[in-house]
């Protein structure tokens, strides 16, 4: 009688050892930055980065050949077992000229904890003034008109670019900007006016371009008003 009840028990301390083991393990992956899953790229923007954790060791993957991982940064081996460990790994853009969105995933692929986070990038550069409307996920969609009166002499663009950048004006017969080209960077540049003595309201486009990328930019000008 012992022994029928003995066995049971050992099987019992047996299976009640390992449930400790498999409870006492901690599996984990998760994305620091880009917060909420996401990111927004500009279409000169050569480089971001992705900042993340795991317990396991890690396999970083691309969907689209337009975004690159850095040979050596591709893989880790985790050594530290049930210890997160955190990486900052920085990604390579192809400049967007397509003139369309475009999005890729990039994936931190480890075991069953895998997690991805999305970045999309813009067809245009990075606008302050004109500044752009937002989509209803809050990323830019579509840019601006700069409207000015009839008798406004000067306006001014707001851009920030990741090159060297030109800018030029598709007719520019009334409209010149005071600077044509100049570095990567924060720039704000002037653009002068001629009056509109016509009561027709008139546009041109100024096309902003740096690494392949060509932002149109729209200009109107209001007609003049006629004294009653």
């Known amino acids: 009688m012992k022994k029928k009840i003995l066995i049971p028990l050992a099987i019992l301390a047996v299976f009640s050892m390992h449930s400790c083991i498999k409870e006492n393990e901690y599996h984990r992956s998760l994305i620091y930055y880009p917060y909420a899953g996401r990111a927004l790229v500009y279409a000169d923007q050569p480089t971001d980065s992705i900042y993340f954790a795991s317990t396991e060791s890690w396999l970083l993957l691309s969907s689209q050949t337009w975004c690159t991982i850095p040979s050596g940064r ?7 077992a049930n210890t997160l460990v955190d990486a900052v790994v920085t990604l390579s853009f192809e400049p967007n000229t397509t003139g369309a969105w475009r999005s890729v995933d990039v994936t931190v692929r480890a ?4 997690v991805a986070s999305r970045y999309y990038q813009s067809p245009f550069h990075e606008l302050i003034r004109p500044g752009v409307s937002n989509d209803e996920q809050g990323f830019p969609s579509e840019i601006n008109l700069l409207t000015d009166s009839a008798h406004v002499l000067t ?3 707001h851009f920030v670019t990741h090159a060297n950048w030109t800018l030029s004006a598709k007719d520019g017969t009334w409209l010149t900007p005071e600077s044509t080209s100049g570095e990567q960077g924060d720039n704000k540049v002037m653009i002068s006016l001629t009056p509109n003595t016509s009561t027709t309201d008139r546009t041109d486009t100024l096309l902003l371009m740096s690494s392949g990328v060509t932002t149109p930019i729209a200009i109107r000008q209001l007609g003049k008003v006629l004294q009653q």
């Open 74 to 80: 591709q893989s880790l081996d985790n050594p530290y």
């Open 155 to 157: 306006d001014s663009l």
């Open 111 to 114: 075991d069953e904890y895998s």
